[in-house]
């Protein structure tokens, strides 16, 4: 009977069989306009995933507009002269597709998932709203009261979230980071329409965007299909984003929210480097795989230490994103087990960090972690949204869509030595900030509010 040496090389001789099995080689080019254009072949099903990727988002935003990327979000639904308001939508529902839209902090996309012979039409729908978009004051009115409902519904009303606001506005002090994607409640009651006019037409160009395409599709029929829709479109001149970089900080920062909740919250973030503008190559795949040790399924320590251990949290968390245009947080959260606090939980989360710092990890547990990360991309795979996904982030935080398919070898490659000298580099208290939710009673004959996680600094249409 055949038996794999170690879970970790089965799963790395899984994941090589899968890249050649599902993904094709990412074929590129640019437009004239400076459109560029990646396409990844995926024949498992007659399905094409159409994504358009602008490399604006809230960390582009500044003192008075913040918001403003959502807000026009929202509104690029709101018609042209040739598709009038709702029409959009419409089409690509009558032709059996469906479509949406996100932003985040460096980036705003659009999508639509189709039946691969009907791409043309998203082609020709979005083409025509990067240069062609109406922005009506009356569709603006109503749209400017679904933003301001959003964010009570899945901010105002949602402790945790309120916490996570609060949370990054300490812990980033110049950064935009320090900003909520879909901006501050004064200035979303102040944002008019000349400002959405004025971003868009800055910020709204095909050398401006990436266009990502992933499903059954040739990529050179893409690229006629692209330059036949999108190729006369004028570019703009770009100016670069002013410099935001994070002032150095110089010790330990705190906050405590208290607003109506059930259960208190925990929230911990140290400033570390991400694959963009990391002095070392290595750290930030060093600092994925650290995640995985604390958070990388049931077997992983926090859930084994805290949760089932010494039964100290009902909940506990680690995460970290390398793929950000500026440097970001390693965060750990938690929920506090019913008679323990949260200085109990922190100074056990603590005492986690300490033991990545002093003791080297094993290699049996390495093995098993590396494995568990490599197994998440393969199932990433099933999906071809996410494929999209992986290429159009990357190529918007400025990576190149390349970096993905260095993912596997980087992650094999770190060693426990190098997970040591990350956790004393950049797990340190001058690096640290720390944040509480403090339950106040809920008001009687009110609904409870939900204490849901943080939406993670994204919010979809």
């Keep these: 009977m055949f038996k794999p040496r170690s879970l970790y090389w089965f799963v790395s001789l899984v994941l090589s069989f899968d890249a050649g099995a599902v993904a094709a080689p990412v074929a590129e080019t640019v437009l004239g306009n400076g459109l560029k254009i990646v396409v990844q072949e995926d024949h498992r099903s007659p399905v094409v995933v159409s994504q358009v990727w602008y490399k604006v988002g809230a960390s582009y935003e500044y003192g008075g507009v ?160 692209a330059k036949k829709y999108f190729g006369a479109l004028k570019p703009s001149k770009l100016l670069p984003a002013k410099p935001q970089g994070e002032v150095e900080q110089l010790g330990e920062r705190r906050i405590t929210v208290k607003v109506p909740a059930k259960l208190p919250f925990l929230v911990m973030g140290y400033k570390v480097p991400v694959l963009k503008g990391a002095s070392e190559a290595w750290e930030p795949y060093a600092i994925e795989v650290l995640a995985g040790i604390l958070d990388g399924g049931n077997s992983a320590r926090l859930a084994t230490h805290l949760v089932r251990g010494r039964q100290l949290a009902s909940s506990v968390s680690a995460g970290y994103d390398p793929y950000s245009r500026l440097p970001s947080l390693f965060s750990l959260e938690g929920t506090a087990a019913e008679g323990k606090s949260l200085p109990e939980l922190e100074k056990a989360l603590l005492e986690e960090v300490r033991q990545l710092q002093e003791t080297p990890v094993s290699q049996e547990e390495l093995d098993r972690v590396k494995a568990q990360v490599l197994a998440g991309k393969v199932f990433e795979r099933d999906s071809i949204f996410y494929q999209a996904m992986q290429l159009g982030v990357a190529e918007t935080v400025g990576l190149g869509w390349q970096v993905i398919d260095q993912y596997v070898d980087k992650v094999n490659a770190v060693t426990a030595d190098q997970i040591r000298q990350v956790a004393k580099k950049y797990l340190i208290p001058d690096r640290l900030s720390v944040g509480y939710l403090e339950p106040l009673p809920i008001p009687e004959g009110s609904a409870a509010p939900e204490d849901s996680a943080p939406l993670g600094g994204q919010h979809v249409r």
């Design 66 to 225: 913040t918001g403003v990327s959502h807000m026009l979000e929202h509104m690029m639904f709101k018609g042209t002269q040739k598709h009038p308001p709702g029409e959009f939508s419409r089409i690509i529902s009558v032709n059996g597709g469906s479509e949406n839209a996100f932003t985040g902090q460096d980036y705003t996309a659009y999508f639509q998932t189709l039946e691969r012979s009907r791409l043309a039409i998203s082609f020709e729908l979005e083409a025509d709203r990067m240069r062609n978009l109406r922005l009506l004051s009356e569709e603006y009115a109503k749209e400017h009261q679904v933003v301001l409902e959003e964010r009570r519904m899945r901010t105002d009303d949602q402790p945790r979230a309120r916490l996570a606001e609060h949370f990054d506005a300490l812990a980033y002090f110049n950064s935009p980071y320090h900003n909520p994607v879909i901006g501050w409640p004064d200035d979303i009651g102040g944002l008019a329409l000349d400002d959405l006019s004025g971003w868009y037409k800055q910020w709204y160009a095909p050398n401006n965007a990436t266009l990502v395409v992933v499903g059954d599709v040739e990529p050179r029929a893409v690229f006629a299909l």
